[in-house]
């Protein structure tokens, strides 16, 4: 298995949804009995949590504003879950593999995050709701379709990462005026609560 893709794929998800992205490396692992899956991503309890937690955010996901409250409480769980999930898959003996795929993970999971959630500031600006629902969507099925194809392919699942992360980056610099409204009015948002 090539870890450093893996781990690439794995961070650029984690930035997405970190609880689908353990969720479904976990049941990978276990029903599809894959080698190279931590024991830790499919133990029963983890599954059944990260199972809740993804279906929780999941529906937080698809409601304007109360998906970028979501996503600025996962600016400090992101990172951090890119970060174990690539140390995890180096497998953590203490050498330096593990440290850097950390670092891989968590940078890559950043950038992905912070691409993601300015994007939805932009589209939280939309006066309907079906732009937001259909984002929100869109970045559940890249999510799934990257995880899913970075167990057994994983140079090909960092290849879609990057281009998706490429595509969600310069998306986002291309929203950069509706991004700055999306924040003031989720400020005001948040203000009335």
């Given at each position: 298995?090539?870890?450093?893709?893996?781990?690439?794929?794995?961070?650029?998800?984690?930035?997405?949804?970190?609880?689908a992205t353990v969720f479904l490396i976990g049941m990978i692992g276990r029903f599809g009995h894959v080698a190279g899956v931590p024991e830790g991503f499919q133990r029963t309890d983890v599954l059944?949590?990260?199972?809740?937690?993804?279906?929780?955010?999941?529906?937080?996901?698809?409601?304007?504003?109360?998906?970028?409250?979501?996503?600025?409480?996962?600016?400090?769980?992101?990172?951090?879950?890119?970060?174990?999930?690539?140390?995890?898959?180096?497998?953590?003996?203490?050498?330096?593999?593990?440290?850097?795929?950390?670092?891989?993970?968590?940078?890559?999971?950043?950038?992905?995050?912070?691409?993601?959630?300015?994007?939805?500031?932009?589209?939280?600006?939309?006066?309907?709701?079906?732009?937001?629902?259909?984002?929100?969507?869109?970045?559940?099925?890249?999510?799934?379709?990257?995880?899913?194809?970075?167990?057994?392919?994983?140079?090909?699942?960092?290849?879609?990462?990057?281009?998706?992360?490429?595509?969600?980056?310069?998306?986002?610099?291309?929203?950069?005026?509706?991004?700055?409204?999306?924040?003031?009015?989720?400020?005001?948002?948040?203000?009335?609560?």
């Open positions: 298995m090539d870890v450093a893709a893996l781990t690439f794929a794995g961070g650029w998800a984690s930035g997405i949804n970190a609880y059944v949590i990260m199972g809740i937690l993804a279906l929780v955010e999941f529906f937080a996901d698809k409601i304007p504003y109360l998906d970028s409250a979501w996503d600025a409480v996962s600016t400090f769980i992101r990172p951090v879950a890119g970060a174990l999930i690539g140390a995890l898959l180096a497998g953590a003996s203490g050498d330096l593999l593990p440290m850097a795929m950390g670092a891989l993970g968590g940078v890559t999971a950043l950038v992905s995050h912070a691409a993601k959630s300015g994007i939805r500031l932009a589209v939280n600006t939309s006066p309907e709701p079906l732009s937001n629902i259909g984002a929100s969507l869109a970045g559940d099925a890249a999510l799934i379709t990257v995880v899913s194809l970075a167990i057994t392919y994983p140079v090909q699942a960092a290849i879609l990462a990057a281009i998706l992360l490429i595509g969600t980056i310069a998306l986002a610099i291309l929203l950069l005026a509706q991004i700055r409204k999306g924040l003031a009015v989720f400020r005001s948002w948040l203000a009335s609560r």
